[in-house]
């Protein structure tokens, strides 16, 4: 099972961009990484998904080297709403995902 | 956007009693899974179901939890006799792998159930 480590607590300041790293070392060859977004009381929203190299959507940029042990989620320029609990996920077995405790992100104006 | 809708939004039950959460998929979905989350926890997998099958399922989903498919549209979580320590955050998911991406779950707003 692919187990993911990431750090308990984040703080930024608003306008700063925030780099989330997420360990994955047993990741299969197959697996791909997405991370999410959780609200207080709210469903995990998917924020972006990758396999290798880099990713970048709307709202956040993915990077994972070459042997796919870890990513980093990006966030350009937070904001006080970014404040959430962001999840990194590596598949596990077939279609079930596991969540890891999470980071907790916390913005300060 | 399509989205994961459940119902209820909150339920309050007495223990002992029988409680049945809904959840409408996204409709071209084919995957479709349980989660649940302890107040103040992380977010625990309970069961991912396919082709009106159990595909894989967690220590959690004990004989006490079922999960039903019951017609092209609905995905239901039975929990039998309530117990205080299933009061949670009860969330439903779908995903439709494939293609050029990974197996992306999409996730609905959740249930929250209180027993008392």
């Known amino acids: 099972l692919a187990k993911t480590t990431q750090p308990i607590s984040m703080d930024s300041y608003e306008g700063q961009e925030v780099n989330i790293t997420c360990s994955h070392n047993n990741i299969a060859t197959n697996d791909y990484i997405t991370w999410y977004q959780q609200f207080p009381s709210q469903g995990p929203r998917f924020i972006i998904q990758?396999?290798?190299t880099k990713v970048t959507n709307e709202v956040a940029s993915l990077f994972i080297p070459a042997d796919r042990k870890s990513s980093t989620l990006s966030l350009p320029r937070v904001s006080l709403s970014d404040t959430a609990v962001y999840y990194c996920l590596v598949g596990s077995g077939t279609y079930k995902y596991i969540f890891g405790t999470g980071t907790r992100l916390k913005v300060l104006a | 956007e399509p989205e994961v809708t459940q119902t209820p939004s909150h339920q309050v039950t007495q223990m002992g009693q029988e409680v049945i959460l809904r959840c409408v998929p996204i409709?071209?979905?084919?995957?479709f899974y349980w989660y649940r989350q302890i107040l103040g926890q992380k977010v625990e997998f309970l069961v991912s179901f396919y082709n009106n099958e159990i595909s894989e399922k967690s220590e959690i989903f004990d004989d006490q939890f079922s999960v039903e498919r019951p017609d092209g549209s609905n995905f239901t979580l039975k929990i039998r006799s309530t117990k205080l320590e299933d009061s949670a955050m009860y969330f439903c998911?779908?995903?439709?792998?494939?293609?050029?991406?990974?197996?992306?779950?999409?996730f609905g707003e959740g249930s929250w159930l209180t027993v008392v």
């Open positions: 998911a779908s995903s439709v792998p494939g293609g050029d991406s990974g197996n992306t779950i999409y």
């Open positions: 990758g396999y290798k």
């Open positions: 409709s071209n979905h084919l995957y």
